[in-house]
């Protein structure tokens, strides 16, 4: 046992270190890029696993059609990077292989598909890679519900918290375990600027803070304690703080649930949250997500691969609404805001005002395709 011990205190001594790193990096951190002066962007497509690839091709389509002036001018380029399915990184024991995050890293924007996470085992989850490798501090998902006043977007920290070292904590085995949790000065700045930042250029009026600071009071606690610094700077938007306990309850309260408007959270109740809100919107099938650093960024369903469904048979089935709401986030963060919007309007037809063709995840419901090519109809018309 006591060996144990050595060597989880060793372990602990240079994560510690890999982390104060880590903070260095984050604080000679450059500008961001700008899309709105570059001549030439690539986006990267990746199908993913599962349900991935089907929902990503219709998804390329309506890139295609929309972007058709600039594909065919050259000032955007669609690249179709493959090789990050579950078999490939299983047989070369890699969360990202190093091709794929070479080409990956050719690019400026990516829309990806959802990729299997292998349970338990050591093997990190690709996306936890991505946002790391690509440093990707910003998950964006907005989620609305116009008929019952709800318009939501969540700033969910998206590269520490419980993730950043979630492969890698310590074990005395058939006594213990133990996982880390980090909050650094820098990361946590940067989410909170991000968010306020969003409500500032957004007439927003207010970002709700959520943390469980009672009880994690070493990262929760400072990672309220910076929002608030930051929420200084910005004297138009009030600050409010919030369990997430209490707003996971909030969220399904008709009374409250419409006052929300701007939320920033730590990495997992940002997960946990938002998928609780992208059901309250329809179902995870129909929010998008924005995965967004300073340099790279990268654009998803948020939901997973649904295994289940393709064990089914079911596949081609699959809801494309959510990918095609993380298109219209892509096109947003390039400055294509005239595409964004004709997508945004489509979307608004096809999946809330009109519904002529609906996905429902099985049979009894129009393919992915089938409902791609509704969409495309529509578009032509806007
Ligand atoms: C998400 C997903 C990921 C996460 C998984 C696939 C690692 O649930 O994007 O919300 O936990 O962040
Ligand atoms: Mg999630």
């Not at 409010?240 to 209490?246: A, N």
Request: hydrophobic share 40%; glycine share 8%.
């Amino acid at each position: 046992m006591q060996e144990s011990i050595e060597r989880a205190v060793d372990q602990f001594r240079a994560l510690l270190e890999e982390q104060l790193a880590r903070v260095q990096r984050m604080e000679r951190a450059e500008a961001a890029k700008d899309f709105a002066g570059m001549d030439r962007i690539t986006i990267g497509v990746i199908g993913g696993d599962g349900i991935g690839p089907a929902i990503v091709a219709q998804a390329r389509r309506v890139l295609e059609s929309l972007l058709k002036d600039e594909l065919a001018l050259g000032r955007v380029t669609l690249k179709q990077i493959d090789g990050l399915t579950l078999e490939n990184r299983l047989a070369l024991g890699k969360s990202v292989p190093d091709d794929v995050l070479a080409a990956i890293k050719g690019c400026d924007v990516l829309l990806k598909g959802p990729t299997t996470t292998p349970k338990g085992g050591t093997m990190e989850s690709a996306n936890v890679t991505l946002r790391r490798e690509l440093d990707l501090y910003a998950n964006v998902r907005p989620v609305r519900v116009p008929e019952a006043g709800i318009d939501w977007v969540f700033y969910r920290e998206n590269t520490e918290g419980e993730y950043v070292l979630g492969s890698r904590g310590v074990e005395v085995p058939g006594r213990l375990a133990m996982d880390f949790k980090v909050t650094t000065q820098p990361g946590t700045r940067r989410i909170a600027r991000a968010a306020f930042e969003y409500a500032k250029n957004n007439g927003k009026t207010r970002v709700s803070i959520v943390t469980k600071a009672n009880i994690m009071k070493k990262t929760d606690g400072n990672f309220s304690a910076i929002c608030h610094e930051v929420a200084a700077d910005y004297p138009g938007i009030e600050a409010d703080d919030w369990y997430i306990d209490i707003m996971a309850a909030n969220l399904v309260n008709p009374a409250i649930r419409n006052q929300f408007q701007v939320f920033v959270l730590p990495n997992l109740y940002g997960d946990i949250i938002t998928d609780e809100a992208a059901q309250i919107q329809g179902g995870v099938g129909t929010a998008g997500s924005a995965n967004i650093g300073d340099r790279y960024a990268m654009f998803e369903a948020i939901h997973g691969s649904a295994p289940r469904m393709i064990e089914e048979g079911l596949g081609d089935y699959a809801n494309p609404a959510s990918i095609l709401r993380a298109t219209e986030l892509l096109l947003r963060h390039i400055a294509m805001a005239k595409p964004a919007e004709r997508l945004a309007k489509a979307l608004e037809i096809c999946c809330e005002t009109e519904r002529a063709v609906v996905v429902t995840g099985d049979r009894s419901g129009a393919t992915c395709r089938e409902f791609t090519d509704y969409l495309l109809q529509n578009l032509d018309q806007i």
